[in-house]
């Protein structure tokens, strides 16, 4: 029975689908419901060995390990703050559940359901009135008809003078139209401290864009009563994932952003952050998880599988060309079962490339370097710590970890260190890159699932087109 099963999984195995995008206005409730409705779907294809949790707590080998799936995430996809930020969490939280800080968390309170929708209607309602001028716009509009104060003038006397208001240059840089984190950057760069994108290193400045990103939400900003140790982490949450323009923005919405400074407001319990963690989670298990697996089955670059493709076709063709001239010779039939040989190899090249695979590569279970592997330099890169000592499986790796919890460095999303160098090859030697050992073996096993299904499918087609030209098609005789 267990040999008949393992046989029904090799013959009927099916890769993970490809999860496209969820859609840019479903809420974090909305996520939460699609969840158990979409696990289905997402699992499917995918071996024990390779699920979420197991990458996730560095159980798995290259190419399918944590800091794999954040390569793919950063160059490919250009979310892995959902990564980082699920990873700083989970690390926040077992921190925070600590014996160690028992009596200062016993103080902290839980941010429930309850308080969540409270918050989330709260801002319902404050985006429904009518916002009020502040004192730069009454000033520009004061004695015109956009006023809070105008009346209109009477009817009866059309010449009177247009009502005065006039916008000047001085009127705006008096009133300080000077956003808060620009006077910083501006402070920063006269001090000639660091002011080049990425988190901010003093606690002031952290503190400051804190607090504006409260005030833009019509909050207060908190006091920290009983959560000073908390607080610098906070902070730096605040300013890396959760403000606007952050170097690591989460793609929240602006009530589920109210909301998370909301919860801020009150509690320092990972439970502030609960929503927006389903959202995220949501967000790499059922969309981004499965299509990394679906990515790391293909073990050739877009070229190679091209020129695997183009292989597959000629071998047929080449079988057809000599299938016609036998047909048309005085050449015995059993000459044509020769053809059989061409059809098997090019059918399940074909059928394999057709799914990312080389045929090639997977006879040696090797896989191609990926671009961003390759243009590391020995200088500022180091070892990953699950590959092994061999110079064939030896690749480079940036000198900083970007998985780190504690890490509020910007993502380096332009790739352009690599990309303008992967562009100078030509295409030859992109067909013929780099290649490395695989050695996840669930992934290899997928690999060999799905490479025995391409031959098992050309050993039946060649069969059948093979005798339809062996006893099917008459001797032309024609020479």
Not at 167 to 173: F, P, Q, V
Not at 224 to 234: I, S, V
Not at 372 to 400: G, I, K, Y
Request: with cysteine.
């Amino acid at each position: 029975m267990v040999a008949l099963k393992e046989c029904r999984e090799y013959l009927f195995y099916r890769r993970p689908d490809c999860v496209p995008p969820a859609s840019s206005d479903g809420s974090v409730m909305e996520s939460k419901s699609d969840t158990t409705r979409s696990s289905a779907i997402s699992i499917r294809g995918i071996p024990e060995r390779l699920t979420f949790d197991k990458i996730i707590n560095h159980e798995t080998c290259p190419p399918c390990t944590t800091l794999d799936f954040y390569y793919y995430l950063n160059y490919k996809v250009h979310c892995a703050e959902n990564l980082q930020f699920y990873l700083w969490l989970r690390d926040y939280t077992h921190r925070y559940n600590s014996p160690a800080l028992l009596k200062k968390t016993a103080e902290q309170p839980v941010w429930t359901a309850a308080l969540q929708d409270d918050a989330l209607q709260k801002f319902q309602r404050d985006t429904t009135k009518k916002t009020p001028m502040s004192a730069t716009v009454r000033q520009v509009f004061k004695g015109t008809m956009f006023s809070n104060d105008f009346k209109p003038r009477e009817r009866g006397n059309p010449n009177a003078p247009p009502p005065t208001g006039t916008i000047t240059a001085s009127t705006l840089i008096g009133a300080g139209a000077i956003a808060p984190w620009e006077v910083l950057e501006s402070k920063g760069e006269e001090d000639g401290s660091q002011s080049n994108g990425d988190p901010v290193n003093t606690e002031d400045r952290k503190a400051a864009i804190s607090r504006v990103a409260y005030e833009k939400h019509g909050l207060h900003y908190p006091f920290f009563q009983n959560r000073e140790y908390f607080r610098p982490e906070l902070e730096t949450i605040i300013t890396t994932y959760i403000a606007e323009n952050s170097p690591r923005q989460l793609n929240l919405s602006a009530a589920e952003r109210y909301a998370v400074l909301s919860a801020l407001q009150t509690t320092a319990s990972p439970s502030a952050f609960q929503f927006v963690s389903q959202s995220v989670e949501s967000s790499l298990r059922i969309q981004h998880h499965p299509n990394f697996i679906l990515d790391a089955i293909c073990n050739g670059n877009r070229p190679r599988v091209i020129f695997a493709r183009g292989l597959g076709a000629a071998l047929i063709v080449l079988g057809l060309v000599i299938a016609m001239v036998l047909s048309m010779s005085a050449a015995p039939r059993r000459w044509r079962w020769f053809c059989m040989l061409l059809w098997v190899l090019g059918i399940s090249t074909s059928v394999a490339a057709w799914k990312g695979m080389c045929v090639v590569l997977h006879g040696l279970h090797h896989r191609h370097v990926r671009p961003w592997e390759m243009f590391q330099t020995a200088s500022n890169s180091v070892n990953s710590p699950n590959t092994s000592s061999s110079p064939d499986t030896e690749l480079c790796r940036p000198s900083d970890d970007p998985l780190n919890p504690r890490s509020t460095s910007r993502n380096d999303a332009t790739t352009q260190y690599w990309t303008e160098r992967y562009a100078r090859r030509n295409i030859v030697r992109k067909i013929f890159d780099r290649e490395v050992w695989i050695q996840e073996p669930a992934l290899r096993q997928v690999q060999d699932q799905i490479f025995i299904q391409a031959l098992l499918f050309a050993v039946l087609g060649s069969a059948a087109i093979t005798c339809v030209w062996v006893f099917a098609v008459p001797k032309g005789g024609l020479f």
